[in-house]
């Protein structure tokens, strides 16, 4: 379990107080920057039979019972019901039918695990890898568990979105927000071409993104995605047809990306995220440019509410189809 780059300062930092931990942490920061594995690092190293310079030691049984999520002191909570990593979390997100919310259950099975002394002398841990997908009554039952915590239990809490999160359950936490990788610890994550990966970063934001989308196969539909998106004339029938090849929110947040670009375009004379694609580029005249921001509202709205559609082609043809109106705009009239 190797400690991402950037997290390895703030890691040794705060495993440097370790003894002077409170009973429960808040993880925080953006999506996608890799909190879930700093709070396994975390966990390991708190459990690491034999530390090195505060860090985990990655050799030591503990060491790997935590690489296996099998470790007897710690507990994990997560949407899924199972283990999995932050990165897997989003991908199961992404094809899913599954649970988005922790629910009351998963809290109140913490019950025995709380109780029992720790099985190696050292921390009892309770994982929750989302805690803003805890429901209220989840939250409810977590937050008596905080008010009176059993001595030697820590929780670690991660979390994107802190307004999530119960104000009590917030006040009970000490806090620590996680910053983004900077662009050159996110090139050398990567471990491509510097120009590739600052294409892919101006696309997914963050390095754990980008590499999930190179891992899922996704990434390389992008560039004929957007070569048939900007076909003068294209056909929905054709569109449609290889939109429903992309995973939804891939495909939902492209298609956003790129009407943003051009909006862009038309503004700023610069687009900002699909920046790699050769694709043949119009020039944006003020007289659609009304159409564009139209269009890019409600793209914004199906990215705020996509809930897994039971029938995700009629979401993607309505709203396609007022980009076949601009496309011939865009391309007929230049
Ligand atoms: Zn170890």
């Not at 283990?83 to 009351?104: C, G, H, Q, R, Y």
Request: glycine content about 2%; overall charge neutral; aromatic content about 6%.
């Amino acid at each position: 379990m190797v400690t991402l780059a950037w997290h390895v300062k703030p890691l040794t930092e705060l495993l440097s107080h370790r003894g002077h931990f409170p009973h429960s942490l808040l993880i925080h920061g953006p999506q996608g920057i890799g909190k879930v594995e700093f709070s396994y690092s975390l966990v390991q190293s708190l459990l690491c039979l034999a530390p090195v310079n505060h860090l985990s030691c990655q050799q030591c049984v503990a060491c790997h019972w935590v690489a296996q999520r099998q470790h007897p002191d710690l507990m994990i909570l997560n949407i899924e019901g199972n283990v999995t990593l932050e990165e897997d979390a989003a991908e199961d997100k992404a094809k899913d039918k599954k649970s988005t919310t922790i629910n009351v259950d998963a809290v109140r099975d913490l019950g025995p695990f709380l109780t029992v002394g720790a099985q190696r002398n050292g921390y009892k841990i309770v994982l929750i890898e989302q805690a803003d997908a805890l429901n209220i009554n989840a939250a409810n039952a977590l937050l008596k568990a905080l008010e009176e915590p059993p001595p030697n239990v820590l929780f670690v809490l991660v979390a994107d979105q802190l307004k999530r999160l119960l104000p009590t359950i917030l006040s009970r936490c000490q806090k620590l927000a996680l910053r983004a990788p900077n662009a050159k610890e996110s090139c050398e994550y990567l471990k491509i071409p510097e120009s590739e990966a600052l294409s892919l970063l101006a696309v997914y934001g963050t390095p754990l993104n980008s590499k999930r989308a190179l891992e899922q196969g996704v990434e390389k539909l992008r560039h004929s995605y957007l070569t048939l998106l900007t076909t003068p004339q294209v056909q929905l029938t054709e569109l449609s047809v290889l939109a429903q090849k992309i995973p939804l929110e891939y495909w939902l947040d492209w298609t956003h990306k790129w009407c943003n670009d051009l909006i862009s375009q038309y503004f700023l004379q610069k687009r900002f995220f699909h920046i790699d694609v050769a694709v043949n580029l119009p020039t944006v005249e003020k007289v659609i440019i009304f159409d564009l921001l139209a269009w890019e509202k409600q793209l914004k709205q199906a990215k705020r509410s996509l809930r897994h559609p039971l029938v995700p082609k009629l979401l993607i043809e309505s709203l396609l189809i007022p980009w076949l109106s601009l496309n011939r705009s865009l391309y007929l009239n230049p």
